[in-house]
């Protein structure tokens, strides 16, 4: 059974500024691109650009022309020097300087939106929990367990199930232990 929660718990929209301190200029203390990595963007956050107006501007561009640094044929141009841009949707967004020279230079920015997804509680899926793991035998709790066999110091076999899905673990325990 999947509970989807309403979109209400959605989390609230971010204002990322980029570059930090140092706004959007040709040689920022930290690689854009390397700044991008270690944030998580959502749809409906925003991308805050400071510059200098009178010798820059943000180009949202295709990946070829971010590439080659084509300043021609920008999808969106922000040259007012205090820049909102919304993600809109999730996917690649590349972000270029109106200077070719900066561009060229390394003053560009590839941003990578996560997908939505609805937060849903749903049954452990195997395929994601294949990792083995240690478990403290004390703190399992079997739903059904086997017949068990009189064997001394034999492996006992548990079968745990959870929801749709059945986890079976085998645990060995010293004779008596159980």
């Not at 939106?113 to 849903?120: C, E, G, I, L, T």
């Not at 110091?153 to 548990?158: D, L, S």
Request: glycine share 6%; hydrophobic share 35%.
């Amino acid at each position: 059974m999947l509970l989807s929660l309403s979109s209400s718990s959605q989390p609230e929209a971010k204002k990322f500024h980029v570059g930090g301190k140092d706004g959007w200029v040709l040689k920022p203390s930290e690689d854009y691109n390397h700044w991008a990595s270690k944030n998580r963007f959502q749809v409906n956050d925003t991308l805050h650009f400071k510059y200098n107006k009178l010798y820059d501007s943000v180009l949202v561009v295709k990946k070829e022309d971010y590439d080659s640094c084509n300043v021609n044929s920008p999808m969106q141009k922000m040259d007012d020097g205090d820049s909102t841009f919304k993600l809109s949707n999730s996917g690649l967004y590349f972000f270029i300087s109106g200077n070719v020279d900066n561009c060229n230079n390394g003053e560009k920015l590839i941003i990578l939106v996560m997908a939505v997804r609805h937060k849903q509680v749903a049954p452990p899926s195997p395929e994601r929990d294949l990792a083995p793991r240690e478990v403290d035998p004390s703190t399992l709790v079997p739903m059904a367990q086997a017949p068990q066999k009189a064997n001394s110091g034999a492996a006992k076999r548990v079968d745990v199930s959870f929801g749709v899905g059945v986890v079976i673990m085998y645990l060995s325990f010293g004779a008596g232990l159980v």
